[in-house]
């Protein structure tokens, strides 16, 4: 079943948009994200969640989404993200922000798996303004933003293609905006004696 998350869970750049997220979707994500492994259990992150269109259509001007795919804009026009989830880095708990990155991955992969199981899709944005999203959220001095995840109801096709070492990885879009993920094999990617 873990499995077949996974599989689902993919980085969505379409959303249906008459399908809002609720406050309380968004934090079963997190109390979700909360109960993943920490290092040495410092537990340095917060969250702060986006539901209220204003908020959410606000954090979506800060975002820049595909760099794979510049010639797109991307989520298309009517197809932008319901809600969002900021990781935030206490540093008051923690000052630097590099130390816990596997951890930031590790919530974060998690709250996605949790969306998928909830019928939701998400995607990871690490390219955004951290100071700009710091003072549109009007967030202490003490908290940064690590990741962005968007979250709501996908609303796009996406295909995992198996290639060989030597063919791209790029992801790419067909004529209908079917979005296409090569994947290595696994024979390609494992060593053993």
Same mark, same amino acid.
């Given at each position: 079943?873990?499995?077949?998350?996974?599989?689902?869970?993919?980085?969505?750049?379409?959303?249906?948009?008459?399908?809002?997220?609720?406050?309380?979707?968004?934090?079963?994500?997190?109390?979700?994200?909360?109960?993943?492994?920490?290092?040495?259990?410092?537990?340095?992150?917060?969250?702060?969640?986006?539901?209220?269109?204003?908020?959410?259509?606000?954090?979506?001007?800060? %975002?820049?989404?595909?760099?794979?795919?510049?010639?797109?804009? @991307?989520?298309?026009?009517?197809? +932008? *993200?319901?809600?969002? =989830? !900021?990781?935030?880095?206490?540093?008051?708990?923690?000052?630097?922000?590099?130390?816990?990155?596997?951890?930031?991955?590790?919530?974060?992969?998690?709250?996605?798996?949790?969306?998928?199981?909830?019928?939701?899709?998400?995607?990871?944005?690490?390219?955004?303004?951290?100071?700009?999203?710091?003072? %549109?959220?009007?967030?202490?001095?003490?908290?940064?933003?690590? @990741?962005?995840?968007?979250?709501? +109801? *996908?609303?796009?096709? =996406? !295909?995992?293609?198996?290639?060989?070492?030597?063919?791209?990885?790029?992801?790419?879009?067909?004529?209908?905006?079917?979005?296409?993920?090569?994947?290595?094999?696994?024979?390609?990617?494992?060593?053993?004696?």
């Amino acid at each position: 079943m873990i499995k077949d998350l996974v599989i689902k869970n993919r980085s969505y750049r379409g959303y249906n948009h008459d399908r809002k997220l609720t406050k309380e979707e968004l934090l079963e994500l997190v109390d979700c994200a909360r109960l993943t492994a920490s290092s040495v259990n410092m537990q340095p992150f917060k969250y702060y969640i986006a539901w209220e269109e204003d908020e959410v259509a606000s954090i979506q001007s800060l %975002t820049k989404w595909t760099r794979g795919l510049p010639e797109l804009t @991307l989520p298309h026009p009517g197809m +932008e *993200p319901t809600g969002f =989830i !900021v990781i935030l880095q206490d540093t008051a708990i923690f000052e630097s922000l590099q130390r816990f990155q596997k951890d930031c991955g590790i919530v974060a992969q998690t709250m996605l798996l949790r969306a998928t199981e909830m019928g939701l899709g998400g995607c990871m944005i690490g390219n955004f303004p951290a100071g700009t999203l710091k003072e %549109t959220l009007k967030l202490p001095a003490n908290l940064s933003p690590l @990741l962005v995840l968007a979250l709501g +109801e *996908p609303a796009e096709q =996406i !295909v995992l293609t198996e290639i060989t070492d030597s063919e791209s990885v790029g992801y790419y879009r067909d004529e209908q905006d079917v979005h296409y993920v090569p994947k290595r094999k696994l024979e390609d990617i494992t060593m053993f004696r």
